[in-house]
């Protein structure tokens, strides 16, 4: 394959990938080549004997602020020698929330370089100069954007050509039209839960073998759950 989408990881802990990303789908995706992982260690670009790539904020406060010609001598070594720019993305809680049609979008392009912060983030100038788009995975802190970067990236993966078996499980998912995917069931036809010594059973209709009034029940379910778990998608 001569269009491989890349992702390149501006990180202080490179060791961390491809982690989780290296296994399943994911994984052999990344063995045939089908997309590819590059870390650039920001440690590497530091000055000091110390490999120091933070220091204190100014104004006070606690904890401890990227410093920005760090980032800057990162991007530009992942931008070397690239026939196209790739959008750059740090991973932050302040960011716009990771959605579907995001992803979707990063996925048709040639590939993403991602900044994932640590300690108390990363100089405000350097994100502006460079104009990185701030994406959020949720409203909660973690310790760096490592783990977050890995979300972003699987959600793009599996998302390009010849990752996922069949097509048709990408366009009956949850969000491709604003509702939750409809409830999905499989074998045994009858379940017999031991803890609570409760039989459950798969819905009649599911049985029945009329796919147009399967397709019209999906649809249903999909908008009770959307009500039930995220009424603000509606």
């Known amino acids: 394959m001569t269009n491989i989408w890349s992702a390149k990881i501006l990180t202080s802990i490179p060791e961390t990938f491809p982690g989780p990303l290296n296994h399943s789908i994911i994984g052999n995706a990344l063995k045939k080549k089908i997309w590819d992982c590059e870390t650039f260690n920001l440690k590497y670009f530091s000055t000091d004997k110390h490999h120091t790539i933070d220091d204190t904020p100014y104004g006070g406060g606690p904890g401890m602020i ?3 010609d760090i980032v800057e001598k990162a991007v530009n070594k992942a931008m070397e020698n690239m ?14 929330p990771l959605s579907q049609k995001k992803l979707e979008i990063f996925s048709k392009g040639p590939g993403i370089i991602i900044l994932c912060g640590r300690f108390e983030g990363v100089d405000e100038r350097v994100l502006d100069a460079y104009n990185f788009e701030r994406i959020s995975v949720g409203d909660y802190i973690l310790a760096g954007g490592e783990i977050a970067a890995m979300n972003l990236i699987e959600g793009c993966v599996r998302l390009l050509p010849g990752v996922v078996g069949k097509m048709e499980s990408l366009q009956n998912e949850s969000f491709n039209s604003d509702l939750l995917e409809y409830p999905q069931y499989t074998k045994p036809k009858i379940w017999f839960d031991e803890k609570h010594k409760k039989s459950y059973e798969v819905p009649d209709i599911l049985l029945a073998g009329n796919h147009q009034k399967i397709s019209e029940w999906r649809k249903k379910q999909s908008i009770i759950k959307t009500k039930k778990y995220r009424p603000e998608l509606l």
Do not use: F, H, R
């Open 83 to 96: 026939e196209k720019n790739l959008p750059l993305v740090y991973m932050t809680p302040a960011g716009e």
């Open 66 to 68: 990227i410093k920005p």
